[in-house]
């Protein structure tokens, strides 16, 4: 089975400039969680998504949004860009959420300049 | 807020030598997974314990959780050069919904 289709892979973005990062989870899987992955901070949280209803959120800004459509695809926004927001976006989908174990995408590389 | 610790960040074990990293909560589990990612890779999922003291093996790592389920070791035997890469545990607290929340990783590197 197809695995989770993560686009695009590679990013490069402008200070203040926005992005939209697309996740496709794997068939039948409804829970879709957002990772931030930085050398410094290691995997932080982002979102959780599950039919289409965000059920967790983790400590970022609120220029950090994000939503799923019915067909569980998910989409991650960043707003208003920042140097900091450098780092690999992933995706990781799962049948129903932490109970689960979770298969990730190959990530989306943001560099913001 | 709720953490989860791994620590040493960096391991460095002669090829063949027996391999042991722990990951630590001050909160009771409801459940810990093991993921491994490959330099230039993204996280792959190996295992999930659930139960209290449950033991898991494949081929050369065994899992183990905690009779507490606030702790649990990842032990590898006779560590091969494949085994390189970083081993996050990622734990999820009581309740159906919670988030997965993800260790800092260690990272072990094997000295041919």
């Known amino acids: 089975k197809a695995g989770v289709t993560q686009t695009p892979r590679y990013l490069i973005k402008t200070r203040g400039q926005q992005v939209t990062l697309s996740c496709s989870p794997i068939s039948g899987h409804r829970s879709v969680s957002w990772y931030q992955q930085t050398p410094g901070q290691g995997l932080q949280f982002l979102f959780e998504?599950?039919?289409?209803?965000?059920?967790n959120k983790g400590n970022f800004p609120g220029r950090f949004s994000g939503r799923q459509f019915s067909n569980s695809r998910s989409e991650m926004n960043v707003s208003t860009l920042e140097l900091g927001d450098s780092a690999l976006y992933l995706c990781?989908?799962?049948?129903?959420?932490?109970?689960?174990?979770?298969?990730f995408g190959s990530g989306t590389r943001l560099t913001v300049v | 807020g709720q953490q989860v610790m791994q620590i040493p960040q960096y391991q460095h074990v002669q090829e063949g030598e027996d391999f042991t990293t722990y990951c630590n909560s001050s909160?009771?589990?409801?459940?810990i997974q093991w993921y491994k990612q490959r330099p230039g890779g993204h996280p792959v999922f190996l295992i999930q314990l659930v139960k209290s003291g449950e033991v898991k093996k494949q081929k050369r790592l065994t899992f183990q959780f905690g009779e507490a389920k606030k702790n649990s070791s990842l032990h590898i035997t006779a560590t091969q050069t494949t085994d390189v890469g970083t081993y996050f545990c990622?734990?999820?607290?009581?309740?159906?919904?919670?988030?997965?929340?993800f260790g800092k990783g260690i990272t072990l590197s094997v000295r041919p």
């Open positions: 990781a989908s799962s049948l129903a959420g932490s109970p689960h174990g979770y298969t």
């Open positions: 998504y599950f039919s289409e209803t965000q059920r």
């Open positions: 990622a734990v999820s607290y009581t309740g159906a919904n919670s988030k997965l929340t």
């Open positions: 909160t009771t589990l409801s459940n």
